[in-house]
């Protein structure tokens, strides 16, 4: 039986609720890191944020509707243009790797005929 920090043995049912918490906490965390990783998600969270933002300041400070929407259009053009770029580096890096690869094999290839 496993023992706990202050020497007495821990029963089966503490047991298993240590395991159920351990569980939870893990859930826990690949939901947030799941939630991280989903760009999609995040760039609609954005927008929202800027539609709020443009609805807040218009009808506070009753500024011309083109200019906030103008400037909220410009944002979300940014977001998203620097989301895809972000996305495609991986990829390219990737895809220069294996051809390196492959260049490699092929030159090995040749040596050996």
């Known amino acids: 039986m496993t023992e706990s920090a202050d020497s007495t043995p ?7 609720a240590d395991i159920e918490a351990t569980r939870a906490e893990l859930a826990e965390t690949a939901d947030a890191l799941a939630a991280k990783l989903d760009v999609k998600a995040q760039a609609k969270e954005k927008v929202h944020a ?3 933002k443009v609805t807040t300041t218009v009808t506070e400070n009753k500024t011309p509707i083109g200019a906030i929407a103008g400037s909220a259009a410009a944002v979300f053009a940014l977001v ?4 895809v770029r972000r996305s495609r580096k991986p990829k390219a890096k990737v895809a220069k790797a ?16």
């Open 10 to 16: 821990k029963t089966a049912e503490e047991l298993r």
């Open 50 to 52: 800027v539609g709020d």
């Open 80 to 83: 998203v243009v620097l989301r």
């Open 98 to 113: 294996l051809a390196k690869a492959e260049k490699a094999r092929q030159k090995k290839n040749k040596k050996k005929d």
